[in-house]
């Protein structure tokens, strides 16, 4: 059995283990990554002495696609201090308020901190407004949002939150696939906005909210490599079905009077690639999916990493949220939607030297200070620290890592063209796809896409190998 697994990020290399443990030690399983790394969008470097995720930084504890596979592959984890987050809300910086989800309040009183006398009266009377009946259609969340609580409660909280997520903005983003739970509430009865967050945040949660791996995410991404063939460094041109399975054509394009380009033969493929690249290779193979990938708009993001000097002191909060409308002191946007106060927030960073921090960058529609090159894009940073914190300390080291084109955004009706995607997908036998474009950004559901298609491509194995 020959399976070609597209792409080396998470998901790919989530398929790749399962299908390993699904299909046993014979079986041939390539990950084929174009970059000359794997992990995608989870990365962790030697910085300022300590290894550190420039990537994605955690995953939710209470997903379990995660965490049964750190404990199935023998990866150590840890979970955050308990330093709270903070958001800033009219300029100044405040606790992320409980009683919410994603910033939707349970009831006013939750977010009574956080708006002026105006906006807490918008949110008072949204449960008296006419019943939400969505009949069973997607819409825009900002739009809902805002006809039911005013523009001042997205602001200051739903759209930094979502920011965090996405680095999409609550104007950008659609409900069922961005909060399915409060779409399924709505759905189940709920007539209100408040009364559709009650239902989700009334369920009791026990434990950490997040976990991470000490020695980073990458462990992870090493672990799930160590029995799989690995090809960096190459890029597919061309995916054709044959008669017995599938064709991938290797190499960035046709060059004339080249020789001919490598191909790789398998029997089964699972495309686990951003949504352009995944369009390209689907496209005059899947046709329908291939037009669905290209509705999927995305983001580009950067971290910026900063060692400060030792003894540097930092907020008590684990980190900040900066909304896209909050400004500065001389009335100029920030150039940061967040701070993550690293050595706050994991107690083996925060027993390092020196003091690490991170800073996120980029929006959706405004790549803002990715436009700059890595000197300025630190030197922005660094003003929007000195703002928020007062913390003024040149950095002794400091990485900017740019992820174009890294987030995709859940616009209004994602979850259709989703399964447009995977029903057009599942009548090629031998064929899947994985990704963060389908149903989550996360780590736990990128894990949970990667998982699903090595199901589906081992089931079509076996049953080829019954006959």
Do not use: N
Not at 31 to 56: C, H, N, P, S, W
Not at 240 to 250: D, K
Not at 263 to 270: E, H, K, R, T
Request: with cysteine; hydrophobic share 45%.
């Amino acid at each position: 059995m020959r399976v070609a697994i597209v792409g080396g990020g998470i998901s790919g290399l989530a398929a790749a283990h399962r299908l390993r443990d699904l299909l046993g030690p014979d079986a041939t399983i390539t990950v084929i990554e174009q970059t000359d790394r794997l992990g995608g969008l989870l990365r962790t470097v030697d910085f300022a002495g300590v290894r550190y995720d420039v990537g994605a930084e955690a995953y939710l504890t209470a997903r379990p696609e995660v965490t049964g596979l750190v404990a199935e592959v023998g990866v150590d984890v840890v979970h955050p201090t308990g330093a709270r987050s903070t958001v800033r809300a009219g300029g100044v910086s405040r606790d992320i308020p409980g009683g919410t989800f994603l910033g939707v309040p349970a009831s006013a009183a939750a977010v009574a901190d956080l708006l002026s006398a105006g906006g807490l009266r918008r949110v008072e009377a949204e449960a008296s407004l006419p019943a939400i009946r969505l009949e069973g259609a997607d819409v825009g969340l900002g739009r809902l949002i805002r006809s039911r609580f005013g523009d001042e409660l997205p602001d200051r909280l739903i759209d930094p939150l979502l920011g965090g997520v996405y680095a999409g903005g609550v104007d950008s983003l659609g409900l069922r696939a961005t909060l399915p739970q409060l779409a399924t509430a709505l759905d189940g009865g709920a007539t209100s906005l408040t009364a559709a967050a009650a239902t989700v945040v009334g369920k009791p949660r026990g434990g950490p909210v997040f976990s991470t791996v000490p020695s980073g995410l990458g462990t992870l991404v090493d672990r799930l490599a160590r029995d799989v063939d690995v090809r960096l460094g190459a890029p597919v041109r061309l995916l054709e079905r044959t008669a017995s399975g599938w064709r991938l054509t290797l190499g960035a394009a046709a060059a004339a009077h080249a020789p001919a380009d490598p191909v790789l033969d398998a029997d089964a493929v699972v495309l686990a690639l951003p949504a352009a690249a995944a369009r390209k290779l689907l496209d005059g193979v899947v046709a329908v999916a291939a037009e669905a990938y290209s509705r999927i708009e995305t983001a580009s993001v950067g971290v910026v990493a900063l060692a400060l000097p030792p003894g540097t002191e930092l907020p008590g909060a684990s980190g900040v949220l900066v909304g896209a409308t909050e400004r500065r002191s001389d009335g100029k946007p920030f150039a940061v939607k967040a701070f993550t106060y690293s050595a706050t927030k994991w107690a083996h960073l925060g027993a390092a030297s020196p003091v690490v921090i991170r800073g996120s960058v980029g929006r959706f529609g405004d790549p803002g200070a990715l436009r700059a090159d890595d000197d300025e894009v630190v030197r922005l940073v660094r003003d929007d620290l000195a703002e928020l914190t007062g913390i003024t300390a040149a950095p002794t080291e400091a990485l900017v890592t740019r992820w174009g084109g890294g987030l995709p955004q859940y616009g209004v009706g994602h979850v259709d063209l989703v399964r447009r995607i995977e029903e057009a997908v599942a009548a090629e036998p031998g064929l899947a796809v994985a990704g963060a474009s389908l149903h989550g950004v996360g780590v736990p559901a990128c894990v949970g896409t990667g998982e699903a298609a090595a199901r589906r491509v081992a089931a079509h194995l076996h049953t080829l190998a019954a006959k």
